[in-house]
């Protein structure tokens, strides 16, 4: 068949190692560094190991509609998405996918799909409408029936604590820049914890620090669109406080919960190799890539600005760097593209930082104009697997948007997805045999869904969705997914 079938992930590594090294033809005196290799060169064909999770991911406000049923109350993105001009067409995430009643569905499509773990995550507002307070038991009944069904379907469930919908009420209350925050994310952390820490092993704490911070309080684009620097660096320091003391609270419930976060991650690449250029883009690694993971794993921040850190803007005080720290059981990777980072002048334009990134354009663009740029995702592997030596990794999202629509005969032919995936898993499968310890990958996403800003404008889904109907349709790429899930043969 082909497989590791019978391997062990000891023997797995040594085998793949061996067949990596026959691969290549190394300079002597050099180890299988990233820089060295050619990147036009693939392992392929390439067999994931046995013990492989294949996956699919999706976030509440983005699928389950249902905005205000059963006591649930509003998110500063129910209140960003009823605001006039903040969302493409004047969508909203009222109805989405309507998961919240066809959830049942939702499981079979993963069943079909032959996917054996399913991220999603839980609305916050629907279990403490105003983030304080008493759960509300039809809140958290809606969850323990989703997961009860993927249990049900041997599919392991990995939910995430906090996918960007904040009760708007802790919102007034001051949002992320507020360091009561960090105190109110832990009691919901551990409410969620106590009821479904019994049935859920695996848990992301966040999703996407840095894009629901800088986004959401310095850019602008996303809820609750505040644009002021010092306030969202202050956000990512409550943000960190608040990862360190869930991480905490949700051990005491249940020592045996494997717990991490969804990182968003990009490969920062140097525009020329200008001494300048290479510190900017650290600059842009340290801020972008790894500002909530330094402070959890190692009790400090990362050098991301020319001069020190902003310790006293971020409202830093003795004593919090040791609450950040957490053990991380996993690094959760949210992988779309590469950057390219270049040097300016610190407080020219926006930067504070004196980096300047933009995005590359030599490679084929997606739908959404994000570049498809496989080897950026080996490099990015390397580099942390490097620096963050021995925490095992789960890939919690990658993935594209294209819009391929059903043809006549109900068939989505959307063959740029599947090449999408080739080239990316391709370059999961290198990092792998270059030692990289990666169990899981999630494609971002199991259906077509409401893409933040963008509304409906992107579809990211192995599943076309037809909104006006609700209509579920697994796309050609859902078919070659299920094919590798069941198989592990990338072809
Ligand atoms: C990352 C986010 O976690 C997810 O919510 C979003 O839809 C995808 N990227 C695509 O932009």
């Known amino acids: 068949m082909g497989r590791w079938n019978n391997l062990n992930r000891r023997e797995f590594l040594t085998s793949a190692l061996s067949a990596a090294a026959s691969f290549y033809v190394l300079p002597p005196g050099h180890g299988l560094a990233g820089e060295l290799l050619n990147p036009q060169m693939r392992f392929a064909p390439f067999s994931f190991p046995e013990e492989f999770i294949f996956g699919a991911a999706t976030a509440a406000y983005q699928i389950e509609g249902a905005w205000n049923e059963d006591g649930k109350g509003e998110s500063i993105w129910d209140r960003f998405a009823h605001t006039v001009g903040k969302v493409k067409g004047g969508s909203t995430g009222d109805v989405a996918c309507d998961s919240y009643h066809r959830y049942k569905e939702d499981v079979e499509l993963l069943e079909k799909l032959n996917l054996k773990s399913y991220r999603f995550s839980i609305s916050w507002p629907r279990i403490q409408a105003d983030g304080t307070g008493k759960p509300n038991p039809k809140g958290l009944d809606y969850y323990k029936r989703l997961t009860d069904e993927l249990l049900k379907a041997k599919i392991r469930p990995l939910c995430t604590l906090y996918h960007w919908d904040l009760p ?3 919102e007034d209350a001051g949002g992320w820049p507020n360091r009561e925050l960090a105190g109110r994310f832990t009691e919901y952390a551990e409410i969620v914890t106590r009821a479904l820490g019994d049935r859920i092993s695996h848990w992301c704490i966040f999703n996407e620090p840095w894009v629901f911070t800088f986004l959401g309080y310095s850019w602008g684009i996303h809820a609750p669109a ?29 020592p045996k919960l494997q717990i991490g976060t969804a990182f968003s991650m990009a490969h920062c690449q140097p525009a020329t190799a200008l001494q300048e250029d290479r510190k900017a883009a650290d600059r842009a690694h340290a801020l972008g890539n790894v500002w909530f993971v330094q402070p959890a794993l190692r009790g400090d921040y990362p050098a991301a600005f020319p001069g020190p850190n902003p310790l006293e803007m971020m409202g830093v005080k003795s004593g919090d760097l040791e609450q950040c720290r957490a053990p991380l059981d996993f690094l959760g990777i949210n992988y779309y593209r590469r950057q390219l980072v270049s040097a300016i002048p610190p407080g020219e334009g926006e930067s504070a930082t004196g980096v300047h990134n933009f995005d590359a354009h030599e490679g084929p ?50 063959e740029r997805r599947i090449q999408f995936l080739r080239g990316y898993l391709d370059e999961l499968g290198r990092a792998m045999l270059h030692s990289v310890n990666v169990r899981a990958y999630h494609h971002w996403s199991l259906m077509d869904n409401f ?14 969705v037809d909104f006006r109907t609700q209509k579920r349709m697994i796309k050609d790429s859902g078919k070659w997914y299920a094919k590798l899930a069941e198989t592990g043969d990338l072809e």
């Open 365 to 414: 663009l997606t739908d959404f104009a994000w570049e498809v740029w496989p080897t950026g995702f080996y490099e990015l592997l390397m580099r942390i697997s490097h620096e963050y030596k021995g925490v095992p990794l789960e890939i919690t999202e990658n993935g594209c948007s294209y819009l391929d629509s059903p043809d006549e005969h109900g068939r989505v032919p959307d």
């Open 451 to 464: 893409e933040w800003a963008e509304g409906y404008a992107q579809r990211f889904g192995l599943v076309y």
């Open 168 to 170: 708007q009420k802790l």
């Open 226 to 254: 505040r644009t002021n620097f010092a306030e969202c660096m202050r956000a990512t320091h409550v943000v960190n406080i608040a990862q360190g003391q869930a991480f905490r609270a949700m051990k005491t419930v249940n």
